[in-house]
């Protein structure tokens, strides 16, 4: 008896090794379809990188084989199934799985948990970004327009599991919101307007809105904008099997089945202008000959729904994806119109990527700051937590770097002075980061701006200017 014992053991451990050697045979002849999960795999390592060693070879190499064994999805997909039916969760960190089937971007969490949570300064810096690229906008007669498309589960909260317990304190979008009114900023609250609708507009099993919704989103932003457009009100639809989820895709990469969507019986008018393989892509122009006006719209995967009712009411479109937003289109587009989209998750952007945009030019006292006769609420420091940075943008010089938080209030902007023997030019700075950031405190106390070279003199010093307490900090370069 103990012999067939340890003999179906050691058979085990052989089935078990021939089992994990088959997967790494099969790796080049049963590939993984990636596109399903959103993300790129890992590349096979190189030992020998830049001509050095590669001391992450056998992490690099661990990665390479999770992503690439054989039958990795079919497996994936079968654990999933497993732990959903079973245990009521999910297998996959980037995924949460709700009542009823409903899948949740678990990147949303922070903001439903009310964790994370954005600081007073940052909220006035974000706030301050929107007012710059409006004033911008404004100057050379362009309407801008801000919008920030809901979290999933903020509008649905009733799907998410009941260990979820949504916050009842202030969210970034609701602190965004207040300063945004008190600053003037124009935008569209789609947050109210989606709660105040019973319809359900979102997908059960992707974490973005259905045509239905994208439409309800459209039609408020292009009021916002004062655009006449078509009303979908009374457009018939049918409701399709079409739609193929992200969340599904990541959690489920091995099924095939389709979400639901709206699909309208109106064909759009718009056509592209550049190659699109289709509304994901990072750039993308189209037109329409039968409609007028010029669009420039930075938006994320939100957008991706909503390009084809916003492409249709305008003669040209120009939509861009990704950050930092940049202004310069507007001129390159001859465009009458700006439209800036992100999702309520990706609020903390608007402060961690610099928009490319000039710095306006503001009045301080000049000659307070020539003369160095400093009275008591100006003073010249020097802290080690400030920096000073440029580098040479072509026509433009880009000044950037920290300021010291003890020298800054919550609701202070800070400046660049330009100063030259006889004169001072005074810039103020956009409260962002141009350096990358993992998270948003990093730029908590970031700044940058855009200088045109035509205004600088052949000779000058760079000063940052930052207030604290009815103080004017002065920080040398």
Known sequence: MLKKKEFFEKLYIVVFIVMLASLSLLMPFVKSDMNKEKRAGAKLPKLIKEKKINFDFCDELTDYFSDNFAFRQELSTADAVIKAKVFNTSNQDRVVLGKDGWLFYSESMHDYLGED?????????????LELMQENCEERGVTFLFTVAPNKNSLYPENMPDNYIKTNEKTNYDMLRSGMKDKNVNFVDL?????????????KWDSHWTNEGAVFAVDLILDGVGKEHYDYTDEPYTIQAVHRGDLYNIIYPSLDELDDNVIYEREHEYSYVNAVKNTEDPIIMTQNPAASGSLVMFRDSYGNASIPYIADEYEKGFF???????????????ADTVIYEIVERNIPWLIEYLPYMDAPERELPEKIILERDLPG???????????INTEDKGNRLLVYGNVDKDYTDDDSNIYIMIISEDAVTVFEATPASYEKVHDHKEAEYAYGAYINKELLPEDYEIMVITECEGILYVYNQ
């Open 320 to 334: 861009s994806k990704g950050q930092p937003a940049d202004l310069d289109q507007v001129g390159f587009q001859n």
């Open 191 to 203: 947050h109210s307007a989606f709660l105040a609708d019973d319809r359900v507009m979102y997908h």
């Open 117 to 129: 949570v954005m600081s007073e300064r940052e909220i006035h810096n974000a706030v301050k970004v």
């Open 377 to 387: 609420n100006i003073r010249e420091v020097s802290s080690d937590k400030v920096s």
